[in-house]
């Protein structure tokens, strides 16, 4: 399935973000994965970083390349 995102439409905070919101907007990413990303935070407390999602297991660098304009950090796009 193919989105066109446009920043704030297909965002996700992987902050705060549920599940849910999490399979859908990020391309790559479906239930298990969004699950081991709300696990890695519920353990880690809050990403500070878009590099730390690589901690996730399932998460790569074509998951970060591809959704680097619309992942959030605590709210906010981040730049590295």
């Known amino acids: ?3 066109t995102r446009l920043q704030g439409d297909w ?3 992987v902050c705060s973000s ?3 919101r ?3 907007n990020i391309v790559g990413v479906g239930p298990v994965i969004a699950n081991r990303i ?3 935070r519920e ?3 809050a990403f500070e970083s878009l590099d730390e999602l ?3 297991p ?3 660098e074509k998951v970060l390349e591809r959704n680097r304009e619309t992942i959030l950090i605590d709210g906010k796009a981040v730049e590295n």
């Open 18 to 20: 549920d599940l849910e």
């Open 22 to 24: 999490l399979a859908e």
């Open 11 to 13: 965002s996700s905070d």
């Open 1 to 3: 399935r193919r989105h």
């Open 43 to 45: 353990q880690n407390g």
């Open 54 to 56: 690589l901690e996730v």
């Open 58 to 60: 399932g998460v790569g």
């Open 38 to 40: 709300v696990a890695y």
